[in-house]
């Protein structure tokens, strides 16, 4: 199984690295890409040494999948280059998730929409795969007429410089600033760009992908995205309107029988999700489950999951995991690994 990384130098890239090697996908031939400045330089994949190629040479090398995690306009450039090659991409930009003719998957939820005939698959927003993993088995049983959403997001959703800043302000020390306003004790309500309607791009997607993944457009959504200085994860306060009446014991139950969502409930003992709990594990948590005892049938609830993993690299992972599976792509032919510079 020949698996190219794009964008292999980055934080979502070294993540996607990390849960390769975690999860024992089997590699046979790894192939990290990244831009012509990174070319040359070595990343680490089971205690081997890779060197970094270029596109053009990760395309001729016909890799089986490709990991993509290069941002939009590299996608929107690059991922048709590899699938005419033959090449399954999955691509964790938005550049192609609200493409009518791509499949939006969380595997966990939708899986069984891939065919082999699909050579780009997108992977959903890290606010919305986490959200949707704990939405998809309420909708199934309740029927969920709205859902007001309060994120609360990591700074590595930003990338490496919002990290740095971060830390730069906690140290007192001057240096590049990801965004217009300090980080540090701070709270920033600006994810990506605003939109005419006054809407962030980063709201909107949660809204559309929601849809799209869920398969039903008439769900009604809102959601406010807000930056807030920490690394774990990101947070979510979900208030879901149901048509049907629910049980919280049900509901409880419900979420703990979801595949990879873990229930963390007990504030007798105060035991909820937090960032700082969430931080390097696949699954997405979900506590402070509690009826809103200001109108009927609505459920508060407080949802947190690791961005770069389950929000990013983990689910691009799973997907190629369940092609694989499901022989979709090729089988893997060896065991062994071919290090760039053996």
């Known amino acids: 199984m020949k698996i190219a ?27 990290p890409v990244a831009s012509e400045k990174s070319v040359g330089k070595e990343v680490i994949f089971k205690g081997k040494k890779y060197k970094v190629v270029s596109v053009e040479d990760a395309i001729a090398a016909r890799p089986d999948i490709a990991l993509f995690s290069a941002g939009g306009s590299t996608s929107l450039a690059l991922a048709p280059k590899f699938a005419e090659a033959g090449t399954t991409v999955i691509d964790n930009s938005s550049a192609w ?27 959903p927003n890290c606010s919305t795969i986490q959200m949707v993993l704990v939405l998809k088995p309420l909708n199934e049983k309740y029927d969920i007429k709205r859902i007001v959403v ?26 590049e600033m990801a965004y217009k306003y300090p980080i540090d004790k701070n709270a920033l309500p600006h994810i990506d ?25 008439s769900i009604q959504l809102t959601a406010t995205c807000v930056r ?4 774990g994860g990101h947070s979510e306060s979900l208030n879901i309107e149901f048509e049907n009446d629910f049980d919280l014991d049900e509901v409880r139950k419900i979420l703990s029988n979801a595949p990879g969502v873990v229930v963390q409930d007990d504030v007798e003992n105060f035991v909820y999700p937090m960032p700082l709990s969430a931080h ?16 009927p049938k609505t459920l508060n609830c407080w949802v947190v999951s690791d961005n770069l993993r389950k929000g990013a690299a983990t689910n691009a992972v799973q997907i190629a995991e369940y092609l694989l599976e499901k022989g979709l792509v090729k089988e893997a032919v060896s065991p062994q690994l071919t290090s760039a510079d053996a």
């Open 150 to 175: 309060s994120t609360y997001q990591s700074v590595t959703g930003t990338g490496v410089k919002a990290v740095q800043q971060m830390e730069n302000e906690r140290n007192n020390v001057k240096g």
């Open 193 to 217: 760009v605003f939109l005419e309607n006054g809407y962030t791009k980063e709201e909107m997607k949660m809204v559309n992908e929601t849809r799209k993944i869920i398969g039903d457009d």
């Open 280 to 295: 390097e594990k696949d699954e997405t948590f979900v506590g402070r489950i509690r009826r809103d005892e200001s109108q």
């Open 97 to 123: 998730r609200m493409d009518a003719t791509k499949k939006l998957v969380v595997p966990e939820v939708n899986a069984d929409v891939l065919t082999k005939e699909d050579k780009i698959i997108a992977n």
């Open 5 to 31: 990384v794009v964008g292999a130098t980055g934080l979502v890239g070294s993540k996607m690295l990390q849960v390769l090697e975690e999860r024992n996908f089997p590699v046979t031939e790894l192939i």
């Open 228 to 231: 807030i200085p920490v690394v």
